[in-house]
């Protein structure tokens, strides 16, 4: 069953004449005649009484078109869903970060909703390692990932450069200096995240190097718990300085830089090289860059 054949029925049936209905369609009488004679063949029933002059139904007709009106309607819904999509009107984005890396969203969200109110923008919370995984099984439109994946079939954008930062509270003894050494820093009790990670790593790798104890007298699962225990001045933490810039802006805690330990992260947008982006993501996507420079 042709959905212009619909079409033309629900058109005859309302201008009540197949001449009108031609008119109307910008077709013959004959195309016209044609095509329901067709959609008459296919269910087997009369649509028209050929008696009548003004177009009447059967009760057959009558039937079929109350249907046709539903899918014609279905057909133009489907059109307008496309069109308001294409001018970001409605639709969603899904995107998978981490703990860190959802930090750098906050200000492409921002942007990105003062501008299309109309988008649903959903973050949800992955493990860096998984997050490739997630966008090539389509779980997510994008992901946001602190290294350069190894998957030739995911393309990853650099948009922003973070580093490693000290942060202390502001009555720390050390608040007031602008950078520490490593050797210095084996009287501190430090605060650290306990999800394993390259840069934990790299940490105790460095302090080793320098024969220095690591002190780590507190482990927690939240980047917000450790920032919160830091402001107490329970002790000090080595943080991705991206997700304690507000607290360092407000004065809440301090930032120092360790002389031996410089250690950046460069922030990637990913997305499946083979996959087609929705209009709404090309779009987060340009914004992200632009935050990023």
Known sequence: MDINQLEVLSVVA???????????LNRTQPAISQAVRRLEQEVGEKLFDRSSKDGTLTLAGEILL?????????????????????DLQH???????NEHTVFYLLPVIEKFRRLHPQIKIEVQRG???????????????????????????????????DELALVVAPTHSLANRESVSVKELGEENFIAHNAPSPYRDKVIETF????????ISVE??????IKKLVEKGVGVALVPKLT????????????????????????????RRNSVLSH???IFLKLAKEAGQ
């Open 14 to 24: 309302r201008e009540r004449s197949f001449s009108r209905a031609a008119e109307v």
């Open 66 to 86: 109350d249907y046709a009106k539903q899918m014609l309607n279905l057909r133009q819904t489907a059109h307008t869903a496309i069109r308001e999509m294409r």
């Open 91 to 97: 639709g969603k984005i899904t995107i998978s970060a």
């Open 127 to 161: 493990v860096a390692s998984r997050i490739p995984k997630e966008i090539m099984a389509r779980e997510a439109e994008l992901g946001v990932i602190s290294f350069k994946p190894n998957d030739p079939s995911v393309v990853a954008i650099s948009v922003f450069t």
């Open 208 to 215: 080793e190097k320098h024969r220095t104890r690591l002190n």
């Open 220 to 225: 927690l699962p939240s980047l917000e718990a």
């Open 244 to 271: 304690a810039q507000n607290e360092i802006d407000s004065g809440k805690l301090k930032t120092l830089s360790v002389n031996e330990m410089k250690l950046e992260r460069k922030l990637n947008i990913i997305y």
């Open 280 to 282: 709404a993501a090309k």
